[in-house]
């Protein structure tokens, strides 16, 4: 082969002809449940009547449809502002200052999107299979997402040092088959998946933040413990749920702790302490009306210092064929978990940037509790109540889900029902609460239409800068072209540098979008090529040791049996081997190792006939497993736009009876 260098040529041929085709092929689309179709009548009324009144009313009313909902409170008109960059101001060529990481929702994927551009830049397949790279369709991944073809991710989180961003690893949840992934952020790439045993909807999610420890993950679903089919199947009432914690370096499970009631979104504090669970469904019930019943359910507060103390002396159990340590913490306030009652049915908890308050956000109740985290500590060992925790509860608005800070004292809580973005104060909150005549509420911003997640610039770090929110809404409402049945949802940018919440921006977004978070580019580092490290390298470098092949030079043939390994190179505009052998029914891998060492140089690897594509980028190898088919002649071929002679780029297999 021709030394790599004298590619350069190609990198003329390789930014003008590129395609940029790589597309996720998505999969499972089923719209968010949330708006409830009959609940109406059923307990909290405002409730029932507003999401009828979004889900049946207004698609029977389509003159009325356009109309913008307006909140009834100060609401400021959408414009586009003269001083900020809006949509288009980061000009062709010009880099965003921030990336976006969105969660795919029911594709399965990761997002990586540029902000304030809000230009879409890469969609990193996690839980999905991917065509186009051929991620759950390789040997390596396929391997670690075993037999699941969908996935369902909701949150994405990045691994923190010292209270902000360390840009090393994003963690996303896949709520349909509780697991835990881990992307690198040097590649953005997946590079590990992990089971979450005796847990059902994995939901919320979140790193500790004083260092990269553990990441603590919900069940949203609670289940017989163990579900083996025997134990407390007729008796939901003695059902649990799963906070489990993993090792965020190693991927391990380390411990889960079982309480009685669901866990739906988490989050941590700043030092280590804790970590916090939302439970809408305190009451256990199997049901709507059920699960709407109280008017109160509860915080979760987990002790991880008295946890991982009772974990190292042992003093726990297993459940069912798993040996992660588990503590039954059911029931009763302990020296594990403490139940902080706050109203109703709640949703989101966020820490705010300093550190001092979680807010959770109610849901079925028009407020956020403001819990003071200094306060826990006094809960826990019983000097007040865990209510005292609680230091304000402002009005916000109907239907409260997620909150968002700007590092200057502010919060933004997204309201699903009023379709706003409620601006609020929290020592105004807190000065109302102790009886000032002082309003928290500082604005309220039309979104269109009922936002689900919001988050800021840095907003989940003690690094908030004020800069950037998004508003991520579950419905674009005659927003866009029509484009049938299923419409995009509408991610909306607003500025929040200035005194008023200015919008800069929609962008419709494929199914769905929950959550994201938005980081200064400055912390990441990515490669351009293959580091050639990590599991992917681990295994192939396994199997060439194996075989006494270099992956980096050798195109030869290896035969053992019926399983045939095919080791080839590829260096634009060719592959290291023209045509090799093999016979019908065969197991046939072939390992292709990518030569080039051109930024964005990559090939891939496509065999006719036989269902197989892949990527190989720069310096990375990559194969994947098929049965050759009938005999003949099969062409294999690059499928990524390389060099003007790309289309040369291809071989033959010889399938022989
Ligand atoms: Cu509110 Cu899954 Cu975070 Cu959807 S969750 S919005
Ligand atoms: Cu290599 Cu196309």
Redo the contacts with the bound molecule.
């Keep these: 082969m021709a030394d790599n260098e004298q590619n350069d040529p190609n990198k003329i041929d390789d930014e003008t002809l590129k395609t940029g085709e790589a597309t996720t092929e998505s999969k499972t689309m089923q719209r968010r449940q949330f708006v409830t179709r009959g609940i109406a009548g059923i307990g909290a009324g405002f409730v029932g009547a507003q999401l009828i009144a979004c889900s049946s009313k207004e698609e029977a009313a389509p003159a009325a449809k356009a109309t913008p909902k307006t909140s009834g409170t100060k609401a400021t008109p959408a414009h586009a502002p003269a001083h900020a960059p809006a949509h288009g101001s980061v000009a062709p060529g010009q880099l965003d200052d921030y990336y976006g990481f969105w969660s795919g929702g029911q594709s399965g994927e990761v997002r990586v999107v540029g902000v304030p551009s809000m230009r879409e830049l890469k969609r990193i397949p996690v839980f999905n299979r991917d065509s186009a790279s051929g991620w759950g369709r390789d040997d390596y991944s396929t391997k670690i997402l075993g037999g699941t073809n969908s996935g369902d991710t909701h949150h994405v989180h990045l691994s923190y040092d010292g209270g902000t961003y360390d840009g090393r690893y994003a963690y996303v949840n896949d709520k349909a088959s509780a697991r835990l992934a881990r992307l690198r952020l040097d590649t953005f790439e997946c590079d590990a998946i992990v089971d979450l045993p005796n847990a059902a909807g994995t939901h919320g999610i979140f790193p500790q933040r004083h260092k990269t420890g553990l990441v603590l993950c919900n069940s949203e679903f609670r289940l017989p413990l163990p579900n083996d089919g025997k134990t407390d199947m007729d008796d939901p009432s003695k059902w649990g749920a799963m906070h489990t914690a993993v090792d965020g370096e190693t991927m391990e499970v380390k411990w889960q702790v079982m309480v009685e009631g669901n866990m739906d979104l988490c989050a941590t504090d700043y030092t280590g302490l804790y970590s916090f669970a939302t439970c809408y469904n305190s009451e256990g019930a199997l049901n709507l009306e059920g699960m709407m019943a109280a008017d109160r359910d509860v915080l979760y507060a987990f002790n991880l210092a008295n946890i991982e103390k009772a974990v190292a002396a042992g003093k726990t159990t297993t459940v069912g064929d798993s040996k992660v340590p588990v503590i039954d913490a059911r029931g009763e306030n302990s020296e594990f978990v403490l139940r902080i009652p706050v109203p109703k049915s709640p949703h989101g908890v966020n820490m705010d940037p300093t550190g001092k308050y979680a807010i959770v956000s109610g849901k079925l109740s028009p407020t956020c509790s403001v819990v003071d985290v200094s306060k826990i500590a006094a809960a826990f060992s019983g000097e007040i109540k865990p209510r005292d925790c609680v230091v304000a509860e402002p009005e916000v608005g109907l239907g409260p889900l997620h909150t968002a800070f700007d590092g200057r004292g502010n919060a933004y809580t997204s309201i699903f029902i009023d379709s706003v973005i409620t601006k609020w104060s929290i020592n105004k909150a807190i000065a109302a609460h102790n009886g000032e005549k002082v309003d928290p509420i500082i604005e309220k911003m039309d979104v269109h239409y009922q936002v689900g997640h919001t988050n800021a610039s840095m907003s989940e770090t003690k690094d908030a800068d004020g800069k950037w929110l998004i508003a991520l809404c579950k419905f674009s409402k005659d927003r866009f072209l029509n484009v049938g049945l299923l419409h995009p949802e509408n991610d909306q940018l607003i500025d929040i540098s200035g005194e008023k919440m200015k919008l800069t921006h929609d962008g419709p977004t494929y199914p769905e979008p929950h959550d994201c978070v938005i980081v200064k580019r400055d912390i990441l580092k990515p490669v351009q090529i293959s580091p050639r490290t990590g599991p992917r390298f681990d295994m192939y470098e396994k199997w060439a040791r194996e075989d006494g092949v270099d992956l980096q030079k050798d195109n030869v043939v290896k035969r053992k049996g019926k399983n045939v390994r095919v080791y080839m190179t ?1 260096l ?2 060719a592959f290291g081997m023209q045509e090799f052998k093999v016979k019908a029914g065969d197991t046939v891998q072939v390992i292709v190792s990518n030569q080039d060492k051109v930024e964005d140089l990559s ?2 690897f496509n065999m006719t006939g036989h269902d197989v594509n892949y990527l190989v980028n720069a310096q990375g190898t990559n194969s994947m497993t098929f049965t050759a088919g009938k005999p003949g002649v099969y062409w294999f071929y ?6 003007a002679l ?1 289309l040369e ?1 291809r071989g033959r297999m010889i399938v022989e009876a």
Excluded: K
């Design positions: 590829s634009a505009p090939h891939g690059c499928p990524w736009f390389c060099h790309h780029m």
